[in-house]
């Protein structure tokens, strides 16, 4: 069965330290894995990764991945406290077009 | 301005009342797909479409129906809704990918989101 595990699966620091989030998976057939952040409304995209060791980065965020481990970090650097929210990792299935989510990281930074 | 809307936001109905939720993004994507979202169990897909008249089940498609008649629209059935439904569901489109072009770099999971429908079914 394909799954998507996230840990932890909380974590509270204080604003400004940096952050590592980490996201495995087993799936058949990969094709991308995704983050998503999602505070309290809909999730909004962050990356897509299909490559290993290519680091995506967007500001203070970035992630990379790793196809032979089957795993993913999200790094968050000098923490605000508008980086709390869940943070939601993905993957996208080649065989069937279905797209599976881990349950989650929430992060909260404390000012 | 691009987005996905979803109607109603919020839903409260009994058990057995049929009941739909709309879907329509104004982005022309390919792919769309609606999820529940329940605390400790996340985001779980309920069915998808790769296109219009191409719909398929997602991990829990149980007690849903879905169709896609025309690009825009994804409206989400629940023909005899039963507590167990209750949950916050969200619509989400994508751009899609090309299958005869293999993989050309667009991806079904660079998803934009609606704002969700908090559903109780009493």
């Known amino acids: 069965e394909d799954k998507v595990v996230q840990s932890p699966l909380s974590l509270v620091v204080h604003e400004g330290d940096t952050v590592t989030l980490n996201c495995s998976y087993e799936?058949?057939?990969?094709?991308?894995l995704l983050w998503y952040k999602q505070e309290k409304k809909a999730p909004t995209f962050l990356f897509m990764l299909?490559?290993?060791?290519i680091e995506k980065k967007s500001g203070r965020l970035s992630s990379i991945l790793d196809k032979k481990e089957l795993f993913s970090i999200l790094n968050i650097t000098a923490t605000q406290t508008g980086d709390s929210a869940v943070y939601l990792c993905?993957?996208?299935?080649?065989?069937?077009?279905?797209?599976?989510f881990g349950k989650g990281t929430r992060l909260h930074i404390l000012p | 301005e691009a987005q996905v809307t979803q109607n109603p936001r919020y839903l409260i109905t009994v058990t057995g009342k049929k009941l739909t939720v709309t879907c329509s993004q104004n982005?022309?994507?390919?792919?769309m797909s609606w999820y529940r979202q329940d605390p400790g169990l996340g985001l779980r897909q309920i069915y998808y479409?790769?296109?219009?008249?191409?719909?398929d089940k997602g991990d829990v498609p149980e007690g849903y129906k879905v169709s896609r008649k025309e690009k825009r629209n994804f409206p989400l059935i629940l023909e005899s809704p039963s507590p167990n439904q209750t949950s916050l569901y969200f619509c989400?489109?994508?751009?899609?990918?090309?299958?005869?072009?293999?993989?050309?770099?667009?991806?079904?999971?660079?998803?934009?989101f609606g704002p969700g429908t908090r559903l109780t079914v009493t």
């Open positions: 799936v058949t057939n990969f094709r991308s």
């Open positions: 989400a489109s994508s751009l899609g990918y090309d299958r005869d072009l293999s993989y050309s770099g667009t991806s079904i999971g660079e998803q934009y």
């Open positions: 993905a993957v996208e299935t080649n065989r069937d077009d279905k797209i599976i």
């Open positions: 479409s790769m296109n219009v008249e191409v719909t």
């Open positions: 982005m022309n994507h390919e792919y």
């Open positions: 299909t490559s290993s060791g």
